[in-house]
T-cell receptor, first 110, second 115 residues
Framework: DAKTTQPPSMDCAEGRAANLPCNHS???????VYWYRQIHSQGPQYIIH???NNETNEMASLIITEDRKSSTLILPHATLRDTAVYYC???????????FGTGTSLTVIP | NAGVTQTPKFRILKIGQSMTLQCTQD?????MYWYRQDPGMGLKLIYY???????DKGEVPNGYNVSRSTTEDFPLRLELAAPSQTSVYFC??????????????FGEGSWLTVV
């Protein structure tokens, strides 16, 4: 599975959009991009995933560049409860393992 | 549905002791996983299983053993506890990897301290 690179930490003002970047320059054509988040001391929670097209659900939007070498997770209106560590993961659709990196620690500031 | 259930939630072990972390899921998932998370770090895959009777090593398997006798249960065994195994352990499960977008569901974690 391709490796990912994320900034270690970010801040975002409450009510503003939080844009979390992820680089995955070695991604292959059949690998998906997944985003999870982990609120302190809890198990990671699924947010969204995508292959090529941009995706949106009730939690967030995922923007994948045309060359698929990077992506951005967007939380449109960040709240204090969005303070968490966000993990970007690349894996095969038929892969068995999810490999987590160190993620981005997002702090939403009142 | 209860989802993924882990026990115990907290445990203190003495060096050299053995114990088993229990994990069960009621979602009929084929795939199950054990991760550990050290303070301030990401999750590391210890072992995983693609179905009953089948297990395989992840990134950090040394010092651990697993078994998968049923679809529902995936216990993690520590044979000779060492201080380096002090960590938070997460069990997880997912649907079969056939097809795209199979997400992974986590338990609430088990805090283990070895002294």
């Amino acid at each position: 599975d391709a490796k990912t690179t994320q900034p270690p930490s970010m801040d975002c003002a409450e009510g503003r959009a939080a844009n979390l970047p992820c680089n995955h320059s070695t991604i292959s054509g059949n690998e998906y991009v997944y985003w999870y988040r982990q609120i302190h001391s809890q198990g990671p929670q699924y947010i969204i995933h995508g292959l090529k097209n941009n995706e949106t659900n009730e939690m967030a939007s995922l923007i994948i560049t045309e060359d698929r070498k990077s992506s951005t997770l967007i939380l449109p209106h960040a709240t204090l409860r969005d303070t968490a560590v966000y993990y970007c993961i690349v894996r095969l659709a038929t892969g068995n393992q999810f490999y987590f990196g160190t993620g981005t620690s997002l702090t939403v500031i009142p | 549905n209860a989802g993924v259930t882990q026990t115990p939630k907290f445990r203190i072990l003495k060096i050299g002791q053995s114990m088993t972390l229990q994990c069960t899921q009621d979602m009929n998932h084929n795939y199950m996983y054990w991760y550990r998370q050290d303070p301030g770090m990401g999750l590391k895959l210890i072992y995983y299983s693609v179905g009953a009777g089948i297990t395989d090593k992840g990134e950090v398997p040394n010092g651990y053993n697993v078994s998968r006798s049923t679809t529902e249960d995936f216990p993690l065994r520590l044979e000779l506890a060492a201080p380096s195994q002090t960590s938070v352990y997460f069990c997880a499960s997912s649907y079969s990897s056939v097809g795209a977008g199979n997400t992974i569901y986590f338990g609430e974690g088990s805090w283990l301290t070895v002294v």
